[in-house]
């Protein structure tokens, strides 16, 4: 069984730093792309990073050179180093799993098809 498990939201005030990470546990690795999505109530989902399963990466515009998303295939386990936070950067961050090449993160990867997702993780960023 799949599961997508984050860890290490919490609470930072404007310009800290915080580590998101995801453990997949069930899932094989090889050819699926890892994802992190926010959510603010009363507001859509947005993607933040996308890393491909040989390490390519790709940002949302409002995180490129703040936000860093780095993966083990050999531990299972993504990680999004987030610095120089910001209170628009605050929401819950899920991580997220999609079978596809190592290309699934070239073009519009925000609105491909990601088949699993974990529960999600608090992060609030106070000014």
């Known amino acids: 069984q799949v599961q997508l498990v984050e860890s290490g939201g919490g609470s930072v005030q404007a310009g800290g730093s915080l580590r998101l990470s995801c453990s997949t546990p069930?899932?094989?690795?090889?050819?699926?792309?890892l994802g992190w999505f926010r959510q603010v109530p009363g507001k859509e989902r947005e993607g933040v990073s996308c890393?491909?399963?040989?390490?390519?990466?790709k940002y949302a515009d409002s995180v490129k050179g703040r936000f860093s998303v780095s993966r083990d295939n050999g531990k299972k386990s993504m990680n999004l180093q987030m610095r120089y936070l910001q209170p628009d950067d605050t929401g819950i961050y899920y991580c997220?799993?999609?079978?596809?090449?190592?290309?699934?993160?070239?073009?519009?990867?925000?609105?491909?098809?990601?088949?699993?997702w974990g529960q999600g993780t608090q992060v609030t960023v106070s000014s």
């Open positions: 890393i491909g399963w040989t390490g390519h990466t």
């Open positions: 069930g899932l094989y690795t090889a050819n699926y792309a």
């Open positions: 997220a799993a999609a079978w596809g090449g190592s290309d699934f993160c070239s073009g519009s990867w925000m609105t491909k098809s990601w088949g699993y």
